[in-house]
Each structure stands twice: as structure tokens, then as C-alpha cells.
């Protein structure tokens, strides 16, 4: 215990759903220690999110739970099923969006799309995070906070005991969903479409086997003249949820669902939207929330870090709002450890604003544009992005920033995956490698340090790789194909990565290509120090 403060932790993170538990769980993954405190009393008890995209499962994957996650996975949804648009479920499917969740995606990494729910999915987060030294803290509510140019301190409160403690932490993360106070209380704004719908959730229960059993469907977009919105299934088909955005006329319809909402209007809308005017339907809960597609000005304040809906609100078509929320506690969490060990300067913080900021706002524009398609075709579209291939916002996302070495001025934000090939400031490919005989993605040698990875005849960056990590103190670790039990059967890795035999790629320890050299030319310690340098902010 510090002098006048109860509790003393590294990073404190205020917020324990699916992205504050992700953040611990990953700061928990590079050695660092956290407390999480959250307001419930324990784990989502709502679905809410399901759809887990590829590079959500990858960054599982790199923290053991990847294998968890889909057997759960299995239990609770038809794999691979897919996003189908219908006037009513017994009406069956007039649009398909994808029509597998999973087909033409598969060679593209060493994991699969799943659907979790978010109910399934924590208890997992929790277990894995405080397996990783986190503690969590639920029905513990953060009062206050305050920061200084060594810390924050924050006064958290159990809601039952009404027992207060003090918290100092170096750094806070608030991962405290869309309504976050933190965010206010910093003055942060939220800029984009603001809200468009005031939307609900019906959770009920009925039997829907003969309308499921044999197909694809695990998303059903409703789009029935008298309402719009979506349904989701779960195996055995005996419940679900519909989300009602907008009611009424399509082309001039209500958006105001949730004033003077009652379970009978539930029923008659399940029924409508199962089409269907006589099936039995319980009623078991009903949501109230706001469509929005809004991103924070700023995703940091000094010493505060801002994640998750807390730093970017979309709807749900797409299903990215929670898998958003991972990638930028996958973003921050290594840069949080190489700063805490003096390893790297205090400015590599700055890159996850830089890196994160546009990429989550391409993924509001996106649903956005999405749920205009997909569900409330009558808004403006002036102010409307043309959407974007599905992969691009998943895999293909690009970060520019001081972290990254860039080739040339212009990367783009955005790139079809298949195309990246190892391109600085992109996610690096995955590709099949033979170790110690058995099958290895290029993804499964990422996973914690900083690698160096270089094609067979790179042998010069990797000895000037070991001297400059020396020097600079930072874990890396050193691979070269043909040597350390790898082998690239195929013969196909250096094209993959864009490099020449010669060459090496430089990926950092969440999985982006930070700098490459396609070939042997400039080879040398200097070299190496000097990039290592601008990476890691640091000055000499
Ligand atoms: C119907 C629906 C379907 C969706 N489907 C998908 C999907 O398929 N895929 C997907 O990726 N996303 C989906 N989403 C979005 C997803 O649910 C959210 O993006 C995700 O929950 C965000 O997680 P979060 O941890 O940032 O915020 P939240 O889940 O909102 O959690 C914030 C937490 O902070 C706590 N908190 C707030 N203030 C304090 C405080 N002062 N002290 C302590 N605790 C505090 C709250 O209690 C809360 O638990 C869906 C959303 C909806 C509504």
C-alpha cells in the first residue's frame, strides 16, 4: 500500500465488460498488472454482441483462448452460419448479406469468424484475464478521479458496502461503455451522425426450429412493412432476439421505438416480424438503447486513455462495436509495457490515438452506411460512405503512425488483405510455415515480443537484429526461415510478405508489420538501432 492511497496497480481500468476485460487480459499477457472496477455484479448478463470477427479470434488465438471461444461457440450458434435480409422469418431470406459466415475468408488466417455471445464470451475474458494476475473488482463503482503529471488517482465505491478506497495508478483506461462519465468529464466530444434511432432489444422465447433447422441463419435482418430491424438465433431455435430500430412507413418511419413500449407491442412485433399471428411467444426482456454512430474527438487526456463504445458508439450492423473495442486494447497493451519498463518512451503512447482514431472511425462510417442500407433506407445519404468490402474494415485496416516505418507518403487507411503483403502499417500476413515439422502461422510467432522474421537468405539483418536489441534493450526475437526449425515448405513466404530472399519484416508484438527490408541492401546494427529507435519514440 502507497502512502495515502488504499491500492497502488500499474493501469487501472474502469469499465469491466468485453473491452475492459480484453484490456486486462491483454496488459495481463505482457506482464502488466491492472484493476479492473465495474459497476455490475458480475458478467454481461445481455447477449449483445455475438459476431466475432477473424482478427478478434486471431487476437485470442495469441492469448490461448481462440480454441475456448469456438468450442462455445459450437454449443451456442450453427457455424459458419450467415447475415440474410427477409420481410418475415417464415417469408424466408429476400437478401443474403453473407451468405456464409465463413466461405472465401478461410486462407486468409489461422482462425475462423465465430458467434459468441457476449454472455458466453466474458465469463472466458474474465477467467483467462485474472489467470493473467488482473483483479477484478464488480459491484465497485469509480467515483472520481483526478490526474497529475505522475498519475491518476481515483476514489472507487462497493455498491453494497458503500466502503470507499483510494486508487493511484500510472496510467487509467476507460473502457466504461457509451454513456461514459469519464469521457464527459475530460470534455471529450462525440463527433459523427449522432443518434438515429431510439431502438429495443426483444428477448423472448418461442419455437422457431421449423422456420431455422437446415439453414444458414444466425443474422436476419427484418424488413417488413410495418417494422425494421434484426433478428439473431441461437441453437436449439427456442429463443432470440429481435431488434426493432424503426417502425411504421419505410419511407417516412417511426424512429422513436422505445417511448411508451410495452410487452404487448413486444409480442405483436416478434409476431409480425416472425410472420406468424398466432405463434406462442414469452416475452423475457426488452432493451432500451440508442442507434448512434459517433467517435470521440480525442481517445486520450494526459494520463487516460479512452476505449471501447467509450471511444466509439456504431450500430450494430456490421457486428463490430465490441470486436473495435478489442483491437484497441490489443493496440494499447504492448505499448503500456514497454513504457512501464522504460523500454520504450513515454511518446509511443501517443500512436494509439494516431493509429486507432481513424481506423475506428472508418468502422462507424461503415456500419453507419450499413445500417442506412440495411435497415432505414430513408435517411440522407449525402453524408453517406460508400461502403467498404467487409475484409478491408476486419483485416485490412492500416496504421499510420510514428510506430511505423511507412514506404512512401500515402498509405491508404484501409486494404484488402490479400493485397497488404506485408506493407508497413498493416496487419502481417498470415501464412503456413512448417516448425519442427508441424504447421505454424507466421500469426503464432508474433504473438508477445517484438519479431524480426527474415526470408532464408536474410542472415545479415538478423545478426544486426541480436547486436541492435542488445543495445536497445528490447526483448526481440529473431527468426530466419531454414534456421530455428523453420521451414517454408511451400516456398511462398517472402512473396507473401512482398520481400525478396534476402529480406526481412520487422512485426510488432500485436501483429503489424512496423518496418521492412525487402532485401539484404543497408544490412547493419546502425541501421537496425536507428529503426528500433523511431519505433519505440526513443530519442537516442
Ligand atoms: C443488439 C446489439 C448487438 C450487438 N452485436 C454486436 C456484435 O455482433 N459484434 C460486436 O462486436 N458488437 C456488437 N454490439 C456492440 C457491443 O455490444 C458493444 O460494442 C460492446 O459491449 C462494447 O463494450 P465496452 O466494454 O466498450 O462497453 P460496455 O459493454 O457498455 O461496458 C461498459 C461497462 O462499464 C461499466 N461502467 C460504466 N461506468 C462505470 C464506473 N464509473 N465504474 C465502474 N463501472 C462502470 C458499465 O457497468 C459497463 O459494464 C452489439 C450491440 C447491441 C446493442
Known amino acids: 500500500m502507497s502512502r495515502g492511497h488504499d491500492i497502488e496497480v500499474p493501469v487501472l481500468i474502469v469499465g469491466g465488460s468485453m473491452v475492459g476485460m480484453s484490456t486486462a487480459l491483454l496488459l495481463g499477457h505482457h ?15 445481455h447477449p449483445r454482441a455475438a459476431s466475432v470477427t477473424q482478427r478478434t479470434m486471431e487476437i485470442f488465438r495469441s492469448v490461448g483462448i481462440e480454441q475456448t471461444v469456438r468450442t462455445k461457440s459450437e454449443a451456442q450458434f450453427v457455424q459458419d452460419a450467415g447475415v440474410v435480409g427477409a420481410e418475415t422469418l417464415a417469408g424466408g431470406a429476400t437478401a443474403h448479406y453473407i451468405a456464409n459466415f465463413n466461405d472465401g475468408i478461410r486462407d486468409l488466417s489461422p482462425t475462423v469468424r465465430v458467434f459468441l455471445s457476449q454472455n458466453a464470451l466474458e465469463p472466458t475474458l474474465k477467467e483467462s484475464a485474472e489467470s493473467h494476475g488482473a483483479e477484478m473488482r464488480f459491484a465497485t463503482e469509480c467515483v472520481s478521479i483526478e490526474q497529475d503529471a ?43 451522425h449522432g443518434s438515429f434511432s431510439k431502438s429495443v432489444t426483444i428477448y423472448f422465447r418461442a419455437n422457431l426450429r421449423s422456420f431455422l433447422e437446415g439453414k444458414l441463419w444466425a443474422v436476419v435482418y427484418a424488413n417488413h412493412p410495418q417494422l425494421r430491424g434484426f433478428f439473431r438465433f441461437e441453437k436449439p431455435f427456442e429463443s432470440a432476439f429481435l431488434v426493432v430500430n424503426t417502425t411504421g412507413d419505410a ?15 413486444a409480442l405483436e412485433m416478434v409476431r409480425t416480424a416472425i410472420g406468424v399471428a398466432d405463434i406462442p411467444v414469452t416475452i423475457e426482456n426488452v432493451m432500451h438503447w440508442r442507434a448512434t454512430a459517433d467517435t470521440a474527438e480525442r481517445f486520450r487526456v494526459g494520463r487516460i486513455f479512452i476505449a471501447g463504445d467509450a471511444a466509439h458508439v456504431m450500430p450494430p450492423t456490421g457486428g463490430w462495436g465490441g470486436n473495435t473495442g478489442v483491437q484497441d486494447a490489443h493496440n494499447l497493451a504492448w505499448k503500456f509495457a514497454l513504457v512501464l519498463q522504460g523500454i520504450a518512451s513515454e511518446s509511443l503512447l501517443s500512436t494509439y490515438e494516431a493509429e486507432r ?3 475506428a472511425e472508418l468502422t462507424v462510417e461503415q456500419a453507419y452506411t450499413r445500417y442506412v442500407l440495411r435497415t432505414d433506407p430513408s435517411m440522407p445519404r449525402g453524408n453517406m460512405q460508400a461502403p467498404v468490402n467487409d475484409l478491408d474494415i476486419e483485416l485490412g485496416y492500416v496504421y499510420r503512425s ?6 512512401g507518403a500515402d498509405t491508404p487507411l484501409h486494404l484488402n488483405p490479400r493485397e497488404s503483403r506485408g506493407l508497413p502499417g498493416t496487419r502481417a500476413p498470415h501464412y503456413w510455415l512448417q516448425r519442427d515439422g508441424q504447421q505454424v502461422s507466421t500469426l503464432d510467432l508474433f504473438a508477445r515480443n517484438f519479431t524480426l522474421l527474415a526470408a532464408t537468405d536474410g542472415q545479415p539483418w538478423c545478426e544486426s537484429a541480436i547486436r541492435a536489441a542488445k543495445d536497445s534493450g528490447l526483448p526481440l526475437t529473431v527468426l530466419r526461415l531454414g534456421l530455428n526449425g523453420l521451414r517454408d515448405a511451400q516456398g511462398g513466404f517472402a512473396a507473401a510478405y512482398g520481400l525478396e530472399p534476402s529480406g526481412c519484416v520487422l512485426v510488432r508484438p500485436d501483429g503489424f508489420v512496423a518496418w ?3 532485401n539484404s541492401t543497408g544490412a547493419s546494427a546502425a541501421r537496425l538501432s536507428e529503426v528500433l529507435r523511431s519505433i519505440l519514440s526513443r530519442n537516442s
Open 150 to 192: 505522475a498519475g491518476v488517482s481515483a476514489v472507487i465505491r462497493h455498491r453494497d458496502s458503500g466502503e470507499s478506497q483510494t486508487v493511484r495508478a500510472q496510467y487509467l483506461i476507460a473502457a466504461d461503455g457509451a454513456h461514459s462519465r469519464i469521457r464527459q468529464q475530460l470534455g471529450v466530444r462525440m463527433l459523427g
Open 516 to 518: 521492412r527490408a525487402i
Open 31 to 45: 506482464g502488466v498488472r491492472s484493476l479492473v472496477v465495474e459497476h455490475h455484479r458480475g458478467t454481461a448478463i
Open 357 to 359: 482514431h481513424p481506423v
Open 402 to 407: 510514428p510506430g511505423v516505418i511507412a514506404e
Open 251 to 265: 419511407a417516412r418511419p417511426n424512429v422513436n421505438v422505445s417511448d411508451g413500449f410495452t410487452t404487448e407491442s
